[in-house]
């Protein structure tokens, strides 16, 4: 625990460090407003603060920086951050605007939320194996290949062409659409697999081959992640060696998905340095926040960049934009 003094002047080196990048000393943080004690105070407590592991001094001349458990402290004590006006109105107006296919939509969003925090965006679409069908169809190519389009309740959307006998026609299509509809709507996918036999034979031979045809591509679906801004969180880093791990990392989509689902699952919103548990990700911090789909949890978003954050802006573009983004795919 630090009192009052020591942790108006640990946030005050926090924010400074955040700012300009470069190590901070007790004449900054006289200047902040929050701090109204002398400099001589405040460097006996900058030292106190290093002792206590909250600060480090890089060089023997120079300022101090915050350590993780600096920042961890800084955060922790955060207030409940909130958008600037210009911001907000920005999430506003891509949200109702935003149209098309769940795909293109999360793609979109972490443009969005790149944009208002320059730290890479991560979205982790809804897992398809819990959505609900919301609609399936059978549409005749020609006489002998069908196209199935499975509709999720999370907005996904799922199609594929199926061979059918020769000579099918749309009525038999219809009559295997209202089959399949009858015993999946308003369950997953899986549930196809588990289809009872048409009455009409050949109602039941492109019933089943749907049914197939479903089941493949809901059990070859992996994860969907969408990354944006990376080149943008790169720029904070200094050493090429750091640029390249980090960006090697948001390449591989099982490492992202896990990173993100843990740090949920460990009741966190954000992970500073080694905390996320990756170790070419020490020098950097995560903010994460679920998105709901009808009251339900169905995915995960995220930004990614170095320690040195700004974590109140952050936190609140997270938080403003998953909120956003729940409300949106909600209404469908």
């Known amino acids: 625990m630090l009192d009052d003094r020591k942790a108006a002047i640990?946030?005050?080196?926090?924010?400074?460090?955040?700012?300009?990048?470069?190590?901070?000393?007790?004449?900054?943080?006289?200047?902040?407003?929050?701090?109204?004690?002398?400099?001589?105070?405040?460097?006996?407590?900058?030292?106190?603060?290093?002792?206590?592991?909250?600060?480090?001094?890089?060089?023997?001349?120079?300022?101090?920086v915050p350590t993780e458990k600096g920042y961890r402290f800084f955060v922790d004590a955060l207030a409940s951050p909130s958008l600037d006006r210009t911001s907000a109105r920005r999430v506003r107006s891509f949200f109702d605007e935003a149209h098309g296919e769940i795909e293109q939509m999360l793609a979109d969003t972490t443009r969005l939320?790149?944009?208002?925090?320059?730290?890479?965006?991560?979205?982790i679409g809804p897992a398809r194996e819990q959505a609900p069908v919301r609609s399936v169809q059978l549409v005749g190519l020609n006489d002998e290949v069908a196209l199935l389009v499975i509709v999720l309740a999370s907005g996904a959307i799922e199609k594929c062409a199926i061979d059918v006998p020769a000579g099918t026609d749309e009525a038999t299509l219809t009559a295997a659409t209202a089959h399949l509809a009858?015993?999946?709507?308003?369950?997953?996918?899986?549930?196809l697999g588990d289809l009872p036999a048409a009455v009409d034979p050949s109602v039941d031979a492109v019933a089943q081959a749907a049914a197939r045809a479903g089941i493949g591509v809901d059990e070859a679906e992996e994860d969907q992640v969408f990354v944006g801004g990376a080149a943008q969180m790169a720029s904070a880093f200094d050493a090429v060696d750091t640029v390249r791990s980090v960006l090697t990392i948001l390449e591989q989509q099982l490492v992202v998905v896990t990173l993100l689902r843990d740090v949920i699952d460990r009741g966190l919103s954000v992970a500073i340095g080694t905390e996320t548990g990756v170790q070419p990700l020490a020098e950097c911090s995560l903010v994460v926040a679920p998105y709901e789909v009808g009251g339900r949890l169905h995915g995960t978003i995220g930004v990614l960049g170095p320690t040195r954050m700004n974590y109140p802006q952050a936190l609140a573009a997270v938080a403003v934009v998953s909120q956003n983004l729940g409300n949106r795919l909600t209404e469908g």
């Open 182 to 191: 009858g015993h999946v709507v308003g369950s997953p996918v899986a549930a």
């Open 10 to 64: 640990l946030c005050a080196v926090v924010e400074e460090y955040i700012r300009t990048a470069q190590p901070v000393g007790s004449g900054h943080v006289a200047d902040a407003p929050s701090i109204t004690v002398s400099p001589a105070t405040i460097r006996n407590d900058m030292v106190a603060l290093e002792a206590d592991g909250y600060l480090q001094q890089p060089h023997t001349s120079a300022g101090r």
């Open 113 to 123: 939320l790149s944009g208002l925090t320059d730290y890479a965006a991560v979205v």
